[in-house]
């Protein structure tokens, strides 16, 4: 299985809005609606931020959502703050019943 | 409050096998959720490794299929990894996770152990 598609990179000032991307295939976000997002600080354990596309555990601010159209899975942080800074990741559920990540993201608030 | 801990040596030799427990604490190994590895090799992204559910069913990343198994003991409340025929390639801070859903998102998670392959 080949790993989901991100950008490298991404930034964005405080108080600013900042879409990442997430580009699979028909074998997985395409498929299903089991997209997720991870917020990773360095050294800290992976935080789930968004689930099965757009859920939004509880404690998570509702700055942050997701969303989805055919094979790319988006997630959105609005009014951008300085604790955003983090590498984040996506992730889908597949058609062999395995779980596949994306790249990450680096995210830098200015 | 759902927590889960990693235990194992940190050091492995190249061409052994590397081992890893996860205790679950706060819930029973034996519910409705399946068990994960995910592992972050240094400077890279993350991988999943593979998951299992307290029946023994796994399922495991293509790539690493031949070299893992993933299982549970339900008497201690706590998972297993090993990874066998390591390399340096192997390098990297393993994590335990909760996968909830079909099971397709982790909720929670462990601090993570560093495992280095290294003669």
């Known amino acids: 299985q080949s790993a989901l598609t991100q950008p490298a990179s991404g930034s964005g000032s405080p108080g600013q809005s900042i879409t990442i991307s997430c580009t699979g295939t028909?074998?997985?976000?395409?498929?299903?609606?089991?997209v997720s997002w991870y917020q990773k600080h360095p050294d800290k354990a992976p935080k789930v931020m968004i689930y099965?596309?757009?859920n939004r555990p509880s404690g998570v601010p509702d700055r942050f959502s997701g969303s989805k159209s055919g094979n790319t899975a988006s997630l959105t942080i609005s009014g951008l703050q300085a604790e955003d800074e983090a590498d984040y990741y996506c992730s889908s559920y597949t058609t062999s019943s395995t779980v596949v990540f994306g790249g990450g993201t680096k995210l830098t608030v200015l | 409050q759902v927590q889960l801990q990693e235990s194992g040596p940190g050091l492995v030799k190249p061409s052994g096998t590397l081992s890893l427990t996860c205790a679950v604490s706060g819930d029973s190994i034996s519910s409705l959720k399946w068990w994960s590895w995910v592992r972050q090799p240094p400077g890279r992204g993350l991988e999943w490794i593979g998951f299992?559910?307290?029946?023994?069913?796994?399922s495991y990343n293509p790539s690493l299929k031949i070299r893992v198994t993933i299982s549970v003991d339900k008497s201690k409340n706590q998972f297993s990894l090993e990874l066998t025929s390591v390399t340096a390639a192997d390098t990297a801070v393993y994590y335990c996770a909760r996968a909830d859903g079909d099971p397709d998102h982790f909720d929670y998670w462990g601090q993570g152990t560093l495992v280095t392959v290294s003669s």
């Open positions: 028909s074998s997985d976000v395409g498929t299903y609606n089991y």
């Open positions: 299992v559910f307290h029946t023994g069913s796994t």
């Open positions: 099965e596309v757009s």
